[in-house]
């Protein structure tokens, strides 16, 4: 029994901030690597930003260097994605998935279903 739940999307203004959660229920998450995905409409998923199982190595796409932040909070079993200066080509659904942490990341596992975040004045 594995799942994935992503919460904390919305409707943003271009340079605000959300804060997206990846909580994760049947299995131990520090054991494995999660990564972040997008996913907007008439273009490819999206491979955003990646955390290491073993020693906590972050990963993230060029567009989002500098503006997200992804972290983990094994005692919660939730994986973040604090997202700032936002732009309107973020707007797209999130997803986060167990992953294959590299450049991008590959999710190969366990997905959410996703959460919608708009970015729009």
């Known amino acids: 029994q594995v799942q994935l739940v992503e919460s904390g999307g919305g409707l943003v203004q271009p340079g605000g901030s959300l804060r997206l959660s990846c909580a994760a229920s049947g299995f131990t998450l520090d054991y494995y690597a999660i990564g972040w995905f997008r996913q907007a409409p008439g273009k490819e998923r999206e491979g955003v930003s990646c955390i290491s199982s073993s020693d906590g190595s972050t990963y993230y796409a060029d567009s989002v260097k500098g503006r997200f932040t992804i972290s983990r909070d094994n005692a919660k079993n939730t994986v973040y994605l604090q997202m700032n200066s936002l732009k309107p080509e973020d707007t797209a659904v999130y997803y986060c998935?167990?992953?294959?942490?590299?450049?991008?990341?590959?999710?190969?596992?366990?997905w959410g279903q996703g959460t919608q975040v708009t970015v729009s004045s």
């Open positions: 998935a167990t992953s294959l942490c590299g450049t991008p990341p590959i999710g190969f596992g366990s």
